[in-house]
Antibody, heavy 122, light 107 residues
Framework: QVQLVESGGGVVQPGRSLRLSCAASGFTFSSYGMHWVRQAPGKGLEWVAVIWYDGSNKYYADSVKGRFTISRDNSKNTLYLQMNSLRAEDTAVYYC???????????????WGQGTMVTVSS | VIWMTQSPSLLSASTGDRVTISCRMSQGISSYLAWYQQKPGKAPELLIYAASTLQSGVPSRFSGSGSGTDFTLTISCLQSEDFATYYCQQYYSFPRTFGQGTKVEIK
């Protein structure tokens, strides 16, 4: 079935780096834009980043611009989020989500992973 | 950035009630609006897209309306499984933005 599975979360000290992965299955991964969304403990949803189906375009939230990098490997059906210079305020559950539109990400988020927790603490 | 004001933040209701949640945009977004349901410890799930189109598998007691800047999610007859938090989201432009969320709790 259609599925997204995140991994790579954990506890990391401020200023350090972490890379999250999102493994896709059950659909043609290379045909869809993909997003990262995060949720701090007890808070609402915050969009983080998007990448086009072929990796040609990327956008970021201002809160992570210059520190986070979204990428994908369509040969491995995997989405990534490289997080550098981590801060306490980056502590959150990170979800990957599929854009519902083919190719360009102009749609709603129709498939979500289960999330992976990132805790930034000394 | 398109700002979203979702209200109320907390809604106390009983099974069988009709409930409405509002979402107002800081600028017009045509019908590029989605609604999500999130239960504790779970990922959000898409309920409605294009302001009023029900995602496959979503019960017909859910409905959405509106266009431009004002949108509404209605649950016509609240069921026990509907107690959750609901978010609106615009996908008209980047950055994508979400409303603050509405928790629907048992009265």
């Amino acid at each position: 079935q259609v599925q997204l599975v995140e991994s790579g979360g954990g506890v990391v000290q401020p200023g350090r780096s972490l890379r999250l992965s999102c493994a896709a299955s059950g659909f043609t991964f290379s045909s869809y834009g993909m997003h990262w969304v995060r949720q701090a403990p007890g808070k609402g949803l915050e969009w983080v980043a998007v990448i086009w189906y072929d990796g040609s375009n990327k956008y970021y939230a201002d809160s992570v611009k210059g520190r986070f990098t979204i990428s994908r490997d369509n040969s491995k059906n995997t989405l990534y989020l490289q997080m550098n210079s981590l801060r306490a305020e980056d502590t959150a559950v990170y979800y990957c989500a599929r854009d519902s539109d083919y190719y360009d990400p102009r749609g709603a988020f129709d498939i979500w992973g289960q999330g992976t927790m990132v805790t930034v603490s000394s | 950035v398109i700002w979203m004001t979702q209200s109320p933040s907390l809604l106390s209701a009983s099974t069988g009630d009709r409930v409405t949640i509002s979402c107002r945009m800081s600028q017009g977004i045509s019908s590029y609006l989605a609604w999500y349901q999130q239960k504790p410890g779970k990922a959000p799930e898409l309920l409605i897209y294009a302001a009023s189109t029900l995602q496959s598998g979503v019960p017909s007691r859910f409905s959405g309306s509106g266009s431009g800047t004002d949108f509404t999610l209605t649950i016509s007859c609240l069921q026990s499984e509907d107690f959750a938090t609901y978010y609106c989201q615009q996908y008209y432009s980047f950055p994508r933005t979400f409303g603050q969320g509405t928790k629907v709790e048992i009265k």
